[in-house]
């Protein structure tokens, strides 16, 4: 029987632990000075214009943004069942998830978020950001999905490559 401290199974060291990302430090600090700048915008605005008013903001940005989305949703749906119809695949979102993306922002409680949805409603903005958002992803993943489904299909778990199909023969 051995007597003493026990000795852990693994060793800590803050050289094999990853890095955090970037991001991943830098989203809860940009989301709680979010929340602090919509706060501040509500109070500024009740105490010039009164709480009510800020109110009836909050509920027409909420309502505006509802029919957003719902007009969103069914144009995007329309489209996708043209396309279906037609046996081809359904091309482009062409701006119905930015619209989407607006109306919910119109839908959080507050006057910052209501403006950068009702920023997004515009269509030249809906360009540029659908340009941009487009060029990244493009930037960010080489190839298409056809090519990633397929890298995952041959690709077995212990690292063999299977190349080829497989061909069932039912008797």
Known sequence: MTTGAPT??????????PRRSRLRTLLPLGLAAWLVL???????VAGAAGGF?????????????AMVIK?????AFKNLNEALQRGTAP????????????GLLLMIPGL??????LLLLLPPVQKAVGAYAERRLRQATPGTLGDAFQQARIHR?????????VIRDEQ
Do not use: H
């Open 8 to 17: 852990p199974a693994y060793r800590t060291s803050t050289s094999q632990q």
């Open 112 to 117: 910052a978020s209501d403006a950068l949805g």
């Open 38 to 44: 919509e706060i501040w915008l509500l109070t500024v």
């Open 71 to 75: 007009r969103a949703g069914r144009r």
């Open 157 to 165: 778990p212990d690292g063999k490559v299977v190349p080829g199909e």
């Open 91 to 102: 091309g482009q979102g062409g701006g119905n998830g930015l619209m989407m993306l607006g």
């Open 53 to 65: 008013t800020v109110f009836l903001l909050l509920l027409a940005g909420f309502l505006l943004g």
